[in-house]
């Protein structure tokens, strides 16, 4: 028998070899996939529900969902939602005219002035605190110091949604100024500008897209909230246009009202509602992309 | 390339010019010198020094800045060049722990001097950045900008100083069709061509120009350096180049500085070496190390 | 513009000119945003204190037997009979947060991994969409559909795993039996779905700035895709995807309306078992507001600095951590530069 030819040149097998590590590979491709589908569902089935038995409440008789007064009783069919659509857009309106320009003008002491000292690392901190603080302490804390006085309103609403959307509005702002370059702020003082004029003339324009997709999350988010109203805003079958007097109702807290009712008239309003709100939120959103698209542009 | 000052042959009473590296041989004529020297004085400096917190980046800086001449400074980088040329408009206020010591005196005036308004001194002491920097706005708000601020809201008025400013930067016929369109759209010479223009439209007494020509091609480098000569007649410029036949070519006076590194705390301090008319200094530095550097020993 | 020589009376003249005329508009900007910014400590402040106010008389009364009675015994009418324990609503709580983080934890990650790692470049963009729209959905429309959709059919599934643990000995209590749809296995599934987008955001921005160097090398050791983000990408991220988890834990515990809408109404129970009807504070407190007399409300109040104190702790612990992250990624600056 002769020996191997030492000098022979061997083929090489580049072909991927079944081991258990490739296994363990695959298995764990499938599993972050099962994942992705896992997560897709509830959105999925949500969805689904929200036009399956929404649809039919808010569309059937366009626009009379919109538009009506919400029924005394559970068990009275028909009706609609558009006392709870004007309320929560009267508490959403207010909340962002507190909200943005103080979060705006917050930002911008922080990124601007305070930088680093102790009083703006201070600020910065609790504003992230602030963030967690959940949305029941915050209607609570309104109705010790609003409500317990004035009584219900929208406005009630609205304070207890701005100090929700405030410290989100800082965060968001702050970032987009960081965004802004140092050279664009030295050309402007080059010129003899001072600082709070190039603030306003130079750097917010420079940084308005980020800041408008900001804030506009922080509204869609306020607008999705339920449970500060229910410490402020009381309840309302009619529709009330005043920001100041009287008591008022939101779309998030129909649905909260609605859901709990054993009847199908009342929880198909509670559809009804939940479909407009989410196609609310969803509009809000879908404007904020685009702002933050043009950002990427620049 | 030769600059102006060699148009025409004259005899000349100072030793023949050596040839230095690839500098342009430059004759002096005594007459121009004496010209520059009756010139005023717009700047005078004593003892300046500049400190970052605790590291002092430049020092014992002396000179006198003269109207409507173009002064360089150069040197190689990290040598507090850009440092004083801010520390003349007061940009350094906007640097947390930046420190000017020493005086910097303008028309007489301290400009480091109690009651003394940052924004005062920027309005008449303008300046042109290394990397251009419109605003994201259109090339007409960029250059009514700084009218806007000082009050002028008339429009024909603003309209007229745009349009001067522009001709001024040499930028008008490029433009004139499009001032509403973004200055970002530009290209870089033309932005910055457009900077310079935003600089003059406040009608600086001074222009300062920090490299502006580092981030141009060649031939947009050439039309700044052609505006730069045009503009000297209006407004006094001094300018940070690291590029030594830039000054050669350009300027009248020029400055050039080092960096020492000090042993002991390992810090390397700018220092003004020698100061003195653009051709005198190419063709008989008086200091070693301007030798060195100008015939490309160092830097 | 000055021509002459500079003397006396021309430095006098700059000099004035350089004064200026002073500039109020430019200091009354200032003290307008350092209000603004100072807001956040004021309202922070008024938050705490108020409620504490408030809620002062109960606690008086109760000390510590407030964190360990179950026995919530509102009275309307004779306020010296009430009795307020909120242990079983911090158990509530607690235990409803914790199911919802085994839940959603292994999904966010996997689902993080999955849209940095493994995705195709197509398919990226509409998952990070998708994840987008998860976010925003209101939470108080995940507790209606919880609790008109999804309570009656999961009853069902509650019992059948019930079925199949019998006989188990920790596993049948845990799964226990009386399946309720509205339980706290329901709350905690729903809290799932409501922070998972939180968590998954945080945690692929930690992944995405793992160094393509340390990836590279792994692969270049011959590593397959799995073992490379065992080694380099987890790593790296560990302390940021810490930080994510725990503020999903803190937006679980605070979370009012999808909670109220399905973990029940139980009061005073503490049970291990899953598919009980349970309660947790801010669901407690959103359910039995409306109704209440005054003293109740203290009480409510009570419940409510409770939660205020502990999601103010974990949010703190989070960001901290979080924090410490970046400054290892960024040095100490920070932020995304």
Redesign the interface.
């Known amino acids: 028998m002769t020996p191997p030819d030492p000098t022979a040149v061997q083929p090489i097998d580049l072909r991927a070899r079944m081991s258990w590590?490739?296994i363990?590979?695959h298995a764990?491709?499938a599993?972050?996939?099962?994942?992705?589908v896992?997560?897709?569902i509830?959105?999925v089935?949500?969805l689904w529900?929200?036009l399956a038995r929404g649809a039919s409440a808010a569309f059937a008789d366009f626009p009379a969902f919109f538009t009506k007064d919400i029924p005394h009783m559970d068990t009275q069919p028909g009706g609609g939602m558009g006392p709870a659509i004007v309320g929560t857009l009267l508490v959403t309106g207010g909340a962002a005219l507190l909200a943005i320009p103080?979060?705006i003008?917050?930002a911008?002491?922080?990124h601007?002035?305070?930088?680093s000292s102790t009083?703006?690392r201070?600020?910065r901190?609790?504003?992230?605190?602030?963030?967690?603080?959940?949305?029941?302490?915050?209607g609570?804390?309104v109705y010790?110091?609003w409500t317990m006085r004035f009584g219900y309103s929208a406005f009630g609403g609205s304070i207890a949604m701005a100090?929700l959307m405030?410290?989100v509005v800082?965060r968001a702002t702050e970032?987009m100024l960081?965004l802004v370059?140092a050279?664009?702020?030295?050309?402007?003082?080059?010129?003899?500008?001072?600082?709070?004029?190039t603030?306003?003339?130079?750097v917010l324009?420079?940084a308005l897209p980020g800041i408008v997709s900001g804030c506009l999350l922080a509204v869609?988010r306020a607008?999705?909230?339920?449970?500060p109203l229910?410490?402020t805003v009381g309840a309302a079958s009619e529709i009330n246009a005043s920001l100041f007097s009287g008591a008022n109702t939101a779309l998030?807290a129909q649905?909260?009202a609605n859901?709990?009712s054993s009847f199908p008239e009342a929880?198909d309003r509670?559809?009804g509602a939940?479909l407009t709100?989410?196609l609310l939120?969803?509009a809000i959103?879908l404007i904020a992309r685009v702002f933050t698209a043009r950002i990427v542009k620049? | 390339m030769v600059t102006e000052a060699t148009a025409s042959t004259a005899s000349s009473t100072s030793a023949s010019p050596r040839p230095r590296g690839n500098v342009p041989i430059v004759e002096v004529r005594p007459s121009m010198v004496a010209m520059l020297d009756t010139a005023p004085v717009v700047f005078e400096l004593a003892d300046v020094e500049v400190f970052y917190g605790a590291f002092r980046a430049v020092r014992g800086v002396t000179m006198n800045i003269q109207k409507n001449q173009i002064t360089a400074f150069i040197g190689p980088s990290g040598c507090g060049k850009t440092t004083v040329l801010r520390s003349l408009n007061r940009m350094h206020d906007v640097i947390p722990g930046a420190r000017v010591a020493g005086q910097v005196r303008y028309h007489g005036v301290d400009l480091y001097g109690a009651g003394v308004s940052p924004t005062e001194v920027r309005r008449r002491i303008g300046m042109v950045f290394q990397k251009p920097n419109p605003f994201p706005k259109s090339i007409y708000d960029n250059i009514a900008f700084g009218p806007r601020v000082n009050g002028v809201r008339d429009k024909a008025k603003l309209d007229e100083i745009v349009e001067k400013s522009l001709r001024g930067a040499a930028l008008w016929d490029e433009v004139k069709d499009r001032l509403r369109s973004s200055a970002q759209g530009m290209s870089g010479g033309q932005q910055q061509r457009l900077c310079i223009a935003r600089t003059i439209a406040v009608e600086p007494e001074v222009v300062l120009m920090d490299e502006p020509c580092s981030a141009l091609d060649p031939i947009a480098t050439a039309r700044v350096e052609e505006l730069m000569r045009e503009l000297k007649h209006r407004f006094t410029i001094v300018i940070v180049t690291h590029n030594m036949q830039q000054a050669a070519r350009v300027s009248d006076r020029t400055a050039f500085f080092t960096a020492e590194l000090d042993s002991k705390t390992e810090q390397r301090t700018g220092q003004l070496v020698e100061y003195d008319v653009t051709s005198k200094m190419f063709s008989n530095p008086r200091d070693e190390r301007t030798e060195n550097y100008i015939t490309g020993r160092f830097g | 513009m000055t021509g002459e020589p500079i003397t006396e009376a021309t430095t006098a003249a700059m000099a004035r000119s350089l004064r200026g005329t002073g500039n109020r508009a430019d200091d009354g900007f200032r003290v307008l945003a350092v209000a603004a910014a100072a807001l956040v400590l004021l309202v922070l402040g008024a938050i705490a204190l108020t409620m504490t106010m408030r809620a002062a008389g109960v606690f008086a009364d109760h000390g510590a037997e407030f964190f360990t009675s179950t026995r919530w015994a509102p009275a309307g009418d004779d306020p010296a009979q009430q009795h307020f324990g909120a242990l079983s609503f911090i158990w509530g709580t607690l235990y409803t947060s914790l199911i919802a983080l085994v839940i959603a934890v292994p999904i966010s990650l996997a689902v993080a991994l999955y849209t940095t790692q493994v995705a195709p470049v197509w398919l990226k963009r509409p998952l990070v969409y998708v994840l987008d729209l998860l976010a925003v959905v209101p939470s108080v429309v995940f507790g209606l559909w919880g609790v008109l959709t999804l309570a009656e059919p999961i009853q069902g599934v509650y019992a059948k795993i019930h079925g199949a643990v019998d006989g188990i000995p920790i596993l049948q209590s845990i799964f226990g039996a009386g399946a309720q749809g509205r339980s706290f296995m329901t709350a905690g599934v729903i809290l799932a779905v409501m922070i998972t987008p939180i968590i998954t955001s945080l945690s692929r921005e930690v992944i995405e700035t793992t160094p393509q160097n340390e990836k590279e090398a792994a692969y270049g050791l011959g590593a397959t895709r799995w073992e490379m983000i065992r080694g380099a990408v987890i790593p790296h991220s560990k302390i940021g995807i810490v930080g994510a988890v725990m503020l999903g834990l803190g937006r679980a515990m605070g979370e009012t309306i999808a909670a109220a809408l399905v973990i029940g109404s139980s009061v005073g129970q503490v049970s291990a078992n899953v598919f009980s009807s349970g309660n947790s504070m801010p669901a407690v407190i959103a359910n039995e507001w409306g109704e209440a007399k005054d003293p109740h409300k203290a009480g409510l109040i009570a419940l409510a600095v409770v939660l205020f104190a502990m999601t103010i702790v974990v949010n703190v612990v989070a960001s901290w951590i979080v924090r410490r992250a970046q400054v290892r990624q960024y040095g100490s600056r920070g932020g995304r530069r």
């Open positions: 590590r490739v363990v590979n764990m491709t599993a972050m996939l099962g994942a992705v896992l997560i897709a509830p959105l089935l949500v529900s929200l103080l979060g003008l917050g911008v002491y922080l601007e002035y305070g930088k009083f703006a201070l600020v901190f609790l504003s992230v605190v602030m963030t967690g603080v959940p949305s029941i302490v915050m609570l804390f010790i110091m100090c405030l410290p800082i970032q960081e370059p050279h664009l702020r030295e050309a402007s003082y080059a010129l003899g500008t001072t600082k709070s004029r603030i306003v003339t130079v324009p420079a869609a607008a999705g909230e339920t449970a229910l410490f998030s649905i909260f859901a709990t929880q509670a559809w939940a709100l989410v939120t969803f959103t620049r």
